[in-house]
C-alpha cells in the first residue's frame, strides 16, 4: 500500500486551483498560438520582473536550508532564475525596466518575501514549490497542445518550461518539501500547507492579470514603444 505524500495532499488541496489555471484565456491562447502579441509581452515583462524576487526568494531558501545538498539547489535555482530564464525575457523584451511591476506581480513577489523573512524554511520550500511544480505541469499540457515548437509562435518558451531538466528541479524541491513535512510538527505543516496555496493561488492570478493587461489604477503606465 503506497502512502501518500505531503506533496501528493497538497496536488490534492490545490485541484480547484490548478483546473481554473488551465482554463484560463492567456494559458490556451498560449498554448494554441492565438494570444495577442501584446499580452505575451506584458507577461513577460511581468516575469521578468517577478524572477528577480523569485530569485531571491530562493536565495533565501538557500541561506536557510539545512543540507549542503539543498544549499547548493536552491543556489543554483536562483542563479537559473536571474541568468539562465531571464535571457529568454530579455530577446522578447527590449528594456524590462521600462516596465512597471503590476500590482499582482508585486503582491506574488512581496508575499514570498515575506514568507522569506518571517518564516522558516520548511514553510519557504513550500512557498517557493509552485513556480516549480505547477509551471512545469502546465507546460506538459502546453507542449502537448502546441505540437511542433519550432512552427509554434510561442515554442521558445513553452520549451523552456517544459523540458527534462525544469522537471528534475522540480522533483528535486518536491523532495525537499516531503522531507521538510515529514519532520514538521503539525503547527508547521500548517503553515507549509498555506504557503503551497497561497503561492499557488497567486499563480492563477499572475497568468489572468497578463490576460487583462492589468495596470496600477492611479499611476501612470510605464510602458514605452521601445518596450513593446
Given at each position: ?10 496536488w490534492t488541496a490545490t485541484a480547484e486551483i490548478r483546473a481554473a489555471i488551465d482554463k484560463l484565456p492567456f494559458v490556451t491562447g498560449l ?37 549542503p545538498q539543498d544549499i547548493a539547489f536552491f543556489a543554483k535555482s536562483a542563479h537559473d532564475a536571474v541568468v539562465v530564464e531571464s535571457s ?141
Amino acid at each position: 500500500m503506497t502512502t501518500e505524500s505531503f506533496c501528493d495532499e497538497l496536488w490534492t488541496a490545490t485541484a480547484e486551483i490548478r483546473a481554473a489555471i488551465d482554463k484560463l484565456p492567456f494559458v490556451t491562447g498560449l498554448g494554441d498560438g492565438t494570444l495577442d502579441r501584446e499580452k505575451f509581452v506584458y507577461y513577460l515583462a511581468q516575469d521578468a520582473h517577478y524572477l528577480r524576487d523569485y530569485a531571491r526568494a530562493l536565495a533565501s531558501a538557500a541561506a536557510k536550508a539545512d543540507r549542503p545538498q539543498d544549499i547548493a539547489f536552491f543556489a543554483k535555482s536562483a542563479h537559473d532564475a536571474v541568468v539562465v530564464e531571464s535571457s529568454l525575457h530579455e530577446s522578447n523584451v527590449v528594456d524590462v525596466d521600462a516596465w512597471t511591476p503590476s500590482p499582482t506581480c508585486t503582491g506574488y513577489t512581496s508575499y514570498l518575501l515575506s514568507v522569506a523573512h518571517t518564516q522558516g524554511y520548511a514553510e519557504l520550500a513550500a512557498a517557493v514549490l509552485p513556480c516549480f511544480w505547477i509551471y512545469a505541469e502546465v507546460g506538459k499540457g502546453l507542449l502537448e497542445q502546441a505540437g511542433d515548437l519550432a512552427a509554434h509562435p510561442y515554442g521558445d518558451w513553452i520549451g523552456t518550461y517544459a523540458d527534462e531538466e525544469f522537471e528534475a528541479a522540480t522533483e528535486h524541491a518536491r523532495q525537499i518539501v516531503n522531507r521538510l513535512a515529514e519532520q514538521a510538527d503539525p503547527a508547521t505543516r500548517a503553515r507549509m500547507r498555506t504557503a503551497y496555496t497561497t503561492a499557488s493561488t497567486w499563480e492563477w492570478m499572475f497568468w489572468d492579470a497578463a490576460w487583462r493587461l492589468e495596470a496600477w489604477p492611479f499611476a501612470a503606465a510605464s510602458v514605452t514603444e521601445d518596450a513593446k
